[in-house]
């Protein structure tokens, strides 16, 4: 008997743990972020303060990994601090993402300076066209350095988030068979055409 208690408590304590690591906000929600990132040495990369929250919608890849992971966590209006390694940021720096260029007519509209940061349009896995920052660390008459990591790439970034909102995603419930639905839809343009 004596066993069985402890089992039980074991099982208890076990439940208890699981859940308070399981995600709260399920795929498909929308959140809405207030937030502040920082750099090792306390400066400030990003953040909301004086905008509008960020919003986003939970499983769509629009933000980090880790990022969207620990927001999950949490119940409306309650806030975190954690940090996120290199690795499950922006990777770590390459140094294969440091090319020279000729000087060409692909820079032709651009200021180039060192130091600035310009932007290339790629095509993603998926399919779109996103937008790559570049930053120029060398200019010549006949050459431009450009550097392609990211520019959080290599580096640890702490974030303070607090979960400002969270619109779960709806779920229909009147469950009707194609035919109806089809047949509903229907009625429902021949009025409109009657109006």
């Known amino acids: 008997m004596k066993k069985l208690k402890y089992f039980v408590l074991a099982l208890m304590a076990f439940a208890v743990a699981s859940c308070s690591t399981a995600p709260k906000i399920s795929k498909g929600s929308v959140v809405k972020v207030e937030y502040t990132g920082t750099l090792p040495d306390g400066s400030?990369?990003?953040?909301?303060?004086?905008?509008?929250?960020l919003s986003f919608l939970v499983g769509?890849?629009?933000?980090?990994?880790e990022f969207e992971k620990q927001v999950t966590m949490l119940s409306k209006g309650q806030s975190k601090k954690f940090k996120v390694d290199p690795k499950t940021a922006y990777g770590e720096s390459d140094p294969k993402k440091v090319v020279t260029l000729?000087?060409?007519g692909r820079f032709k509209s651009l200021e180039l300076?060192?130091?600035?940061?310009?932007?290339?349009?790629?095509?993603?896995?998926?399919g779109r066209i996103v937008q790559t920052p570049m930053k120029i660390l060398k200019v010549s008459e006949k050459e431009v350095?450009?550097?392609?990591?990211?520019p959080l790439a290599g580096k640890e970034l702490t974030f303070e988030?607090?979960?400002?909102?969270?619109v779960e995603p709806k779920v229909d419930?009147?469950?009707q068979k194609p035919d109806q639905k089809a047949a509903e839809n229907v009625e429902q343009a021949k009025q409109t055409a009657k109006s």
């Open 60 to 65: 769509s890849g629009q933000v980090i990994p």
């Open 161 to 166: 988030v607090k979960l400002v909102d969270v």
């Open 173 to 175: 419930t009147t469950a």
């Open 44 to 53: 400030v990369f990003d953040t909301t303060e004086g905008k509008k929250p």
């Open 145 to 150: 350095t450009i550097d392609y990591n990211h």
């Open 102 to 104: 000729p000087r060409d």
């Open 113 to 126: 300076k060192e130091g600035a940061v310009i932007f290339a349009n790629n095509k993603a896995a998926n």
